[in-house]
């Protein structure tokens, strides 16, 4: 395929801004889908444009790649999404780009829960016979998290906006961990908007709650929703910080803390953490306003750990 001349990829994606979001934010299989889709191609028209080019891939290998069933990692495989790039008018790497390094499980590019939020959380997903991708990755999400007098994490509400990255996705797995001596079973989970509470475990020892929210509509590739949900707690011990974790990379977030007015700390910041074995690095000192609150705002977030802490005294 060639482009008139003068006038490159970039250009051409210029007008498309469903594309271009997919592109920014991945995860890779869904802007191979959405390229494919704005172009118009069907899967056996593009296995005989790249066999013109001597480059043999087969469709069901393709439909895997778009569905995330599967995720191209072999080098012989770099040379097939650098022609799918050209093929379907892309920018440069821009399908390159979304493949990130991947451990040996067959797991989607991201990082895992474990890293982020500890090996407690294993038991859990595997009694909801959660996968490690669920099908859904986070477009948008804005999070408010209350404080109350006796210093304890009260409750978190937060807002998302979710994409299906593969066929039929109709639930979203919910995570909290409460602060050393959260009683887990006392916790609750409710499903405030565009979805309902199903199947809650947790983890008493490690004060982890997982929570199914069943979503009021099954999703197909490229489809979005917005839920809301809240975690009430004020079981735990003082809290000092706040951190939400990333599996994957690319989302804008949004993370408000409100104090009780009674009880305001001295000193806040924002921090960023890789995983959970690792200390924290201090980005940015924060100041309280007049209503209590402190928050921070990223427009990318990375895969890891971003959150507020604060000091008492």
Known sequence: MVLPKGRTAADRTEGEPHLQEALRTGPF????????????????????????????????????????????????????????????????????????????????????????????????????????????????????????AQRRLASR??????????DGVDRYLAVHIGEHGCAAERVEVTGLVNCRTGRVRRNQEA???????????????????????????????ISQEYSRAFLFAGSPYALQITFDHTALPVRCRSFTQTSVSVPPTFTAELTLNAHDTVHLFVQEAAPGLLGICWDWE
């Open 207 to 237: 004060g982890l709650v997982a929570a199914e929210l069943l979503l009021d509509t099954r999703l197909r590739v490229g489809e979005t929703t917005m839920v809301c949900y809240r975690f009430q707690d004020g079981t735990g011990e």
């Open 29 to 148: 299989s869904l802007a191979l889908h959405t390229a494919l889709s704005a172009r118009g191609l069907a899967l056996h028209r593009v296995r005989e444009r790249l066999s013109e080019r001597g480059i043999n891939v087969g469709v069901t290998t393709l439909s895997y790649w778009q569905r995330g069933i599967r995720h191209p990692g072999r080098r012989e495989s770099l040379r097939v999404i650098t022609a799918l790039e050209d093929l379907l008018e892309l920018p440069g790497e821009a399908l390159t780009q979304l493949l990130e390094p991947r451990d040996t499980t067959g797991l989607p590019a991201g990082r895992r829960y474990s890293t982020l939020v500890g090996s407690g959380i294993g038991d859990l997903l595997a009694e909801l016979e959660a996968p490690q991708d669920g099908g859904l990755h986070t477009v948008m999400q804005t999070e408010r998290v209350t404080i109350d």
């Open 157 to 166: 509400e937060s807002q998302q906006v979710l994409r299906a990255h593969r």
